[in-house]
């Protein structure tokens, strides 16, 4: 079997072992004679692939007690407003860090619900890093502060959670389970799946129980966490396929030994692919700062861009797949999400090595 490798930025790569157990089980899920699909969200068998889920992500991630876990749909794009119109409550007012393309357009949605404030941009700068503490300007009344613990496109990444006085939101789309999170930091965490998790339609999120009233009257019932919670997020038919294949990685990620042992794989990836970068002479090139690359999604350029085509055609066609730059900043992009292999990330620095000797 050929299987590529997939430096997409999702839907991307899952690990093989949990492809190959979903075919094994596609016909007959757990002796019902009926695939997972084909069964009711409300049958014994699938509430209890749900609650293992759940018990699964609460056991990797430690996430304390009071925090409920919800398994919705809509991408961590309906999040952005969903998280506003949930948490505002009477304040009127939150404040955003903008670090990049996905801060940008959580700020955007959120302008639609409330007076959003910028506590600290990095615009200015290319969004090459994460802005210093020292240069924010919080608001100690505001709803709470939202942050894009990793900025899949512009490849800017916290080193930590920020200590701050209000509820803590955190888009952490494109890095949850790929590193430890401090949960009880945080007020709210939501991440779509299609990145560390599972395939898309399914979004987590994990919201301190505390923040359950604060609903604007507005919000849909179908979007409120607080029945969403109640109902265990089967207020209506949740994306049962997600569910269970993002309950598959979930024993797959502990199989490999827990979060710890995923970061530690993670960041052996990372230092490979910005040190060929560094070290290529000026071939290729990452400007974001060093402390706050990401170990998710490293985005390059080569110095002659003149040979990008040909570079991405090259590797393209080297089983190299995913690694076109996002349209708004063009370049070139590898994310290397969990289940993207140390061997795939030697693979692929071995070519890139190869192309800079040729062309450089
Ligand atoms: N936030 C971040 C950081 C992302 O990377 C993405 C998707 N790339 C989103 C939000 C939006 O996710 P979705 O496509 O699931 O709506």
């Known amino acids: 079997m050929a299987r590529s490798h997939n430096f997409s930025a999702g839907p991307t790569a899952l690990p093989l072992e949990v492809l190959r157990q979903a075919h094994e089980e596609f016909f007959d899920f757990a002796g019902t004679g009926m695939s997972v699909m084909e069964i009711s969200h409300r049958s014994e068998v699938f509430m209890e692939l749900a609650y293992q889920a759940e018990q699964d992500l609460r056991a990797i991630l430690q ?7 919800l398994f919705v749909q809509g991408g961590a794009s ?55 503490v020292t240069d924010w300007n919080l608001n100690p009344n505001a709803a709470y502060l939202h942050y894009t613990e990793n900025e899949t496109v512009h490849g800017v990444q916290f080193a930590g959670a920020p200590c701050v006085s209000v509820p803590l939101i ?37 919201i301190d129980a505390a923040l359950l009233d604060a609903a604007l009257e507005v919000t849909p019932d179908i979007l409120n ?45 990372a230092e490979l692919l910005y040190r060929t970068i560094d070290y290529s002479g000026g071939f290729y ?26 570079f991405l055609r090259l590797a393209d066609q080297s089983g190299f797949k995913g690694l076109k ?32 000797r040729v062309h450089g």
């Open 63 to 69: 996430v304390p007690s009071q925090y409920k876990v």
């Open 78 to 132: 309906l999040q952005f407003a969903q998280v506003p119109m949930n948490l505002l409550g009477d304040k009127g007012t939150a404040d955003y860090l903008h670090t990049g393309l996905w801060s940008g357009k959580a700020i955007q949605a959120a302008q639609r619900y409330c007076d959003v404030r910028i506590a600290a941009s990095s615009k200015a700068s290319g969004f090459d890093r994460i802005p210093a």
């Open 170 to 206: 955190c888009d952490a789309c494109s890095s949850l389970l790929s590193k430890p999170i401090d949960v009880a930091k945080h007020g709210l965490i939501y991440a779509a799946a299609q990145k560390n998790m599972g395939p898309a339609g399914l979004t987590i999120v994990i």
């Open 225 to 269: 966490y607080a029945h969403i919670a109640n109902a265990q997020s089967m207020l209506n038919t949740p994306a049962t396929f997600p569910w269970y294949l993002t309950g598959l990685t979930l024993k797959w990620i502990q199989r490999c030994g827990g979060i710890e042992k995923i970061h530690q794989t993670n960041q052996a990836k």
């Open 285 to 310: 090139r990452n400007s974001v700062q060093a402390p706050f690359r990401s170990i998710n999604n490293v985005p390059f350029v080569l110095a002659d861009t003149a040979f990008e085509k040909d």
């Open 325 to 356: 730059g996002h349209a708004s900043v063009g370049g070139v992009r590898a994310s290397i999400y969990n289940a993207v292999t140390l061997l795939a990330v030697e693979a692929l620095t071995d070519f890139m090595k190869d192309f800079a």
